[in-house]
């Protein structure tokens, strides 16, 4: 998913709960790990390493645009 579909989702989601701060979102997903008994600083290190991967896919794409055109 590109950063721009990544924001564009939580600006999706955060109208439909009808909240004006991602902080609302990341409170529900710890009531989520608590009811679901998920280590919820296990699912922020996994999400961590998921966005530094895309955050280096998109550099490594951007460079690579970058390159082509000199």
Known sequence: MSTELSVKN???ILVKMNADHPG???A???HW???HR???HNL???GKEY???EVMAGKVY???LTDARE
């Open 51 to 53: 966005y530094l991967d």
């Open 10 to 12: 939580i600006d999706q």
């Open 33 to 35: 790990c608590d009811a």
């Open 24 to 26: 609302d979102i990341i």
């Open 28 to 30: 529900d997903i710890m």
């Open 62 to 64: 951007s460079d690579s």
């Open 44 to 46: 922020v290190r996994t």
């Open 38 to 40: 998920e280590d919820f």
